[in-house]
């Protein structure tokens, strides 16, 4: 946990605080890691 990088109500992106933005831009790096990963290990046939 890491509250130093959304500990901020600034900026903000369409209203939202960072701190919102912020978990849906970690979610998409999730996927995008998740989709990276599962590519590059499936079995090709």
């Known amino acids: ?3 130093f990088l ?3 109500d600034e ?3 369409f209203g939202f605080p960072r701190f919102y ?3 849906f ?3 998409a790096v999730g996927v995008v890691c ?3 990963v599962y590519q590059m ?3 090709r046939r």
């Open 1 to 3: 946990m890491l509250p």
């Open 25 to 27: 831009a970690f979610i």
């Open 34 to 36: 998740t989709t990276v």
């Open 6 to 8: 959304f500990n901020f």
């Open 41 to 43: 290990t499936k079995r």
């Open 21 to 23: 933005w912020l978990q």
């Open 11 to 13: 900026p903000r992106i």
